[in-house]
């Protein structure tokens, strides 16, 4: 397809086990972002790519959160040690270039991946 | 630092009505912009209109409109002739580095 798609929709995982995310931005998509959403509110930010550089990691929570986009496409989430105020449903988006342009700020959102943290 | 404000939690409308979703938010910056989104039961968050700062018309998308008070730093959507599958989460969004975003507005659309 042509949109964002994120893995696993749904994840369950145990307290203290180790879990990873991803993001299959649109192709072509300079721009990547990662956020958290919990229940009931906004998208909080945790971290930017412009292609494989992580420009902004000032929203990670904790150094359980970290995030990678090796070749500048797919990108992981991964959060060590979970606890259960990890879970939320992580969102991921994408966007044409880094500023500037008619459409270069706009933000094309993936399904989500719903984490429950047991 | 910017903030995003929504002040409505939940707002109904019936079906082909109006409604007016109403969003502030504080900057010290010039040139940015803004967004609403929309995310249906399914969470899949989608654009509903965007507006550049530096533009002073208002945007317009179809039934989609927004009345952007730069000054007054406010942000508000219209929706008219409201639709059944208008029925979602609709969150007002920043941008100048980062996204920020508003708690949301929960709108219910009542046939």
């Known amino acids: 397809g042509a949109g964002v798609s994120q893995s696993p929709r749904y994840k369950v995982a145990k307290r203290g086990q180790d879990v990873a995310l991803r993001c299959d931005p649109i192709?072509?998509?300079?721009?990547l972002f990662w956020y958290q959403q919990a229940l009931g509110q906004g998208p909080e930010f945790l971290t930017y790519f412009q292609n494989e550089a992580q420009l902004d990691k000032s929203g990670l929570p904790s150094d359980r959160f970290f995030a990678e986009r090796p070749e500048g496409s797919v990108s992981t989430l991964k959060i060590q040690r979970t606890q259960q105020e990890d879970s939320a449903v992580y969102l991921c988006?994408?966007?044409?270039?880094?500023?500037?342009?008619?459409?270069?700020?706009?933000?094309?959102f993936g399904p989500g991946t719903r984490l429950l943290v047991l | 630092a910017q903030t995003v404000t929504q002040s409505q939690p939940e707002m109904s409308v019936q079906e082909a009505e109006t409604v007016t979703l109403s969003c502030t938010y504080d900057?010290?910056?010039?040139?940015?912009?803004l967004f609403w989104y929309k995310q249906p039961p399914s969470r899949q968050m989608i654009l509903v209109i965007r507006q550049e700062a530096y533009k002073q018309q208002n945007a317009t998308e179809n039934r989609f409109s927004v009345n952007f008070q730069k000054a007054a730093k406010s942000f508000s959507l219209k929706i008219s002739d409201s639709q059944l599958g208008d029925t979602a989460m609709y969150f007002c969004?920043?941008?100048?580095?980062?996204?920020?975003f508003g708690a949301g507005t929960r709108l219910t659309v009542k046939p």
């Open positions: 900057t010290s910056e010039n040139n940015y912009y």
């Open positions: 988006a994408s966007s044409l270039v880094a500023s500037g342009g008619p459409d270069g700020e706009t933000q094309y």
């Open positions: 192709s072509g998509h300079v721009s």
């Open positions: 969004a920043f941008i100048l580095n980062d996204m920020r």
